[in-house]
């Protein structure tokens, strides 16, 4: 993939909690994993998901992925879906998502487009 990947971090719809999205199609072949580029660049283990969202029928049944990931700066979780995939965090949510932040624009790949954080009141 050559061109570079958009992505953009803005709060979640009705909330104060920020969350990257990625803007572009995260299933296209050849788009790099984003699991495993925050895996190797923050040194995170995938856990089981605490709610059980990782379920295999989940998955199946509404094409939706969880990943929840453990790293020296807290957790995080990948939400793979049809719609797009975004990458949250509950607890440090600011400390975290400047972390994910910093690992994409790092590698030269991704690109952070501005948002207008009044669309999603």
């Known amino acids: 993939m050559s061109k570079a990947i958009r992505f ?3 709060p979640v719809y009705h909330g104060s909690e920020l969350l990257v999205e990625i803007m572009d199609d995260h299933r296209e072949e050849g788009f790099p994993n984003i699991g495993l580029i925050l895996r190797d660049a923050l040194g995170a283990t995938q856990l089981r998901h605490p709610e059980g969202l990782d379920d295999p029928h989940i998955a ?3 094409d939706r992925y969880f990943g929840y990931w453990r790293y020296p700066g807290g957790h995080y ?3 793979d879906d049809i719609w797009g995939l975004f ?3 509950k607890v440090n949510n600011t400390a ?3 972390d ?3 690992v994409l624009t790092g590698t030269g790949h991704f690109v952070k487009e501005p948002v207008d954080f009044a669309q999603f009141k």
């Open 77 to 79: 979780e990948i939400d």
């Open 60 to 62: 199946m049944s509404q």
């Open 87 to 89: 990458i949250s965090a």
């Open 8 to 10: 953009r971090i803005r």
């Open 96 to 98: 975290v998502i400047a």
């Open 100 to 102: 994910v932040e910093r």
